[in-house]
């Protein structure tokens, strides 16, 4: 059933941005691929080479404030 599917997608492409269209596309698309993928490698290269971030210590938790009190009469 998958086959199937792909080749009814092509001649769907086909038909809207015509024939001559297709290699341009299947160019952009692999670029874009590659791009990608060479952009993963050098995140992946950086996060290997960066020192962990040193953790901070939580903050202090402040005292309670006291509840107001009415004035007494």
Not at 14 to 40: H, Y
Not at 42 to 68: C, H, M, S, Y
């Amino acid at each position: 059933m998958g086959p199937e599917w792909i080749v009814v997608a092509i001649i769907a492409v086909a038909v809207l941005f015509g024939a001559k269209k297709i290699p341009d596309i299947a160019r952009n698309v692999g670029r874009a691929q590659g791009e990608f993928k060479k952009g993963m490698r050098e995140g992946a290269v950086e996060d290997r080479t960066q020192p962990p971030a040193a953790q901070t210590p939580p903050a202090a938790a402040e005292p309670p404030k006291p509840a107001e009190q009415p004035p007494a009469s």
